[in-house]
């Protein structure tokens, strides 16, 4: 069955909090989805919908890079075990990129594998001369949500300090 794809509401809340810490071996990105959102910081935050269940959920937030430009960061993104690989993901993500454009950001980095984020249309970072906090090498990605939306000179680019919560 298809997924529909729609922004959170309140009642969501805790499904999309299930969702995470089934997908991932720890409730780190969990906790750090619910933080983002009780620190106003998650620019876009999509559900996926099958049979009126929660089974997938994507976060943006706002990332800093050195010299005030901002853009969002894609994370976590969270797809159910039993709903995997049936395209739920690649939906979230492509719906999320649509409604970050949508609300003007700028671009978009992501730390992930690059053939997955590759299909979206992420490639590496260094593209630029950005860097990331966390030593990502080449699992850092960036993309320009119109061209040309990544100044020139590089730069290290922040997460919200809310992340350091998955390493926790
Ligand atoms: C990553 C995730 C959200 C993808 O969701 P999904 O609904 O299974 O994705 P899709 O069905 O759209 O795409 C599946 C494809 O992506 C590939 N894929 C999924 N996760 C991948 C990963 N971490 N690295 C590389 N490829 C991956 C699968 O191999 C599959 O490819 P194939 O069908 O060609 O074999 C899901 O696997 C998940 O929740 N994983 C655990 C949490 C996680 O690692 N999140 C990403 C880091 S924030």
């Given at each position: 069955m298809a997924a529909s794809v729609r922004p959170e509401v309140p009642a969501d809340i805790d499904a999309i909090h299930r969702v995470n810490a089934a997908a991932f071996r720890t409730d780190g990105e969990a906790r750090l989805v619910d933080a983002l959102r009780a620190a106003g910081k998650l620019t876009v935050s999509l559900v996926a919908e099958s049979a009126g269940n929660i089974v997938g959920h994507v976060a943006f937030s706002p990332v800093a890079l050195e010299g005030g430009m901002g853009g969002v960061g894609l994370g976590p993104v969270a797809v159910a075990p039993e709903f995997q690989r049936r395209g739920f993901g690649g939906q979230l993500i492509r719906e999320g990129l649509v409604a970050c454009r949508q609300k003007g950001c700028r671009f978009v980095v992501v730390l992930g594998d690059p053939d997955y984020y590759g299909r979206f249309g992420f490639v590496a970072a260094s593209r630029w001369r950005l860097r990331d906090e966390f030593g990502g090498g080449d699992a850092f990605m960036a993309l320009e949500l119109?061209?040309?939306?990544i100044p020139t000179g590089g730069g290290l680019v922040r997460y919200a300090p809310e992340f350091r919560l998955v390493t926790q």
């Open positions: 119109l061209p040309g939306r």
